[in-house]
């Protein structure tokens, strides 16, 4: 029972502080206008955060020997033609996985 008393008090606290950070922009801001920085932030972060986890994906990836990083690029091109083309992140992001898996069976 103490197990699961504590596992029960562990997820209540992981909750609130979830919904804590969620909630603080709200609190602090309110119906106020953002600040510049953060307005920048907000356009500037997302396109280096997905540059990042780009470059951390293809860290191990061997061009020196077969298959030449041929599904992680053909991966990451058919996510990038269909960011593109739809606009669809989900679409984009199962079809690239979808890509990947199959090429690295196949090749």
Request: with cysteine.
């Amino acid at each position: 029972m103490p197990e699961t008393l504590y596992a029960i008090a562990a997820i209540a606290v992981v909750a609130l502080v979830t919904w804590g950070l969620r909630a603080a922009p709200f609190l602090l801001f309110g119906s106020r206008p953002l600040p510049r920085t953060m307005r920048y932030l907000g356009k500037a972060l997302p396109p280096a955060i997905m540059t990042v986890l780009v470059i951390y994906c293809l860290r191990n990836t061997a061009f020196d020997h077969p298959p030449f990083g041929i599904p992680e690029l053909a991966a990451c091109a058919l996510v990038a033609l269909l960011q593109i083309v739809k606009r669809n992140m989900y679409l984009s992001i199962i079809a690239g996985t979808v890509c990947y898996m199959v090429l690295i069976r196949l090749l």
